[in-house]
């Protein structure tokens, strides 16, 4: 069992720069890959990154590479997605899930979600 607390959204001006958590708690942290995940109004849930947990492999949409990085720090539970570069389009709740692989159907823990703007 993991549960999931996702932090750090808000309202940034484009080209600005934000750094999301996920804080998980659950002995069995270390077990799962952490996927971070985005929805916008009438939009369906999409990938955004997800890193392994045997070797931190990461993985990213291309609508986010080269802009965000994704981080794991298994001593304190955490996942972190650093996203720099900001663009109106990138608005949305995002979501960090434990699971598998990359698509949302692997992942059967999530957390509450986070809300972030991008306007000016």
């Known amino acids: 069992q993991v549960q999931l607390v996702e932090s750090g959204g808000g309202l940034v001006q484009p080209g600005g720069s934000l750094r999301l958590s996920c804080a998980a708690s659950?002995?069995?942290?270390?077990?799962?890959?952490i996927g971070w995940f985005r929805q916008a109004p009438g939009e369906e849930r999409a990938g955004v990154s997800c890193i392994r947990s045997k070797d931190d492999r990461s993985v990213y949409a291309d609508s986010v590479k080269g802009r965000f990085t994704i981080s794991r720090d298994n001593a304190k539970n955490t996942v972190y997605l650093q996203m720099h570069d900001l663009k109106p389009e990138d608005t949305a709740v995002y979501y960090c899930?434990?699971?598998?692989?990359?698509?949302?159907?692997?992942?059967?823990?999530w957390g509450q979600g986070t809300q972030v703007t991008v306007s000016s």
């Open positions: 899930a434990a699971g598998w692989g990359t698509a949302a159907a692997g992942y059967g823990y």
């Open positions: 659950g002995s069995t942290f270390g077990y799962y890959s």
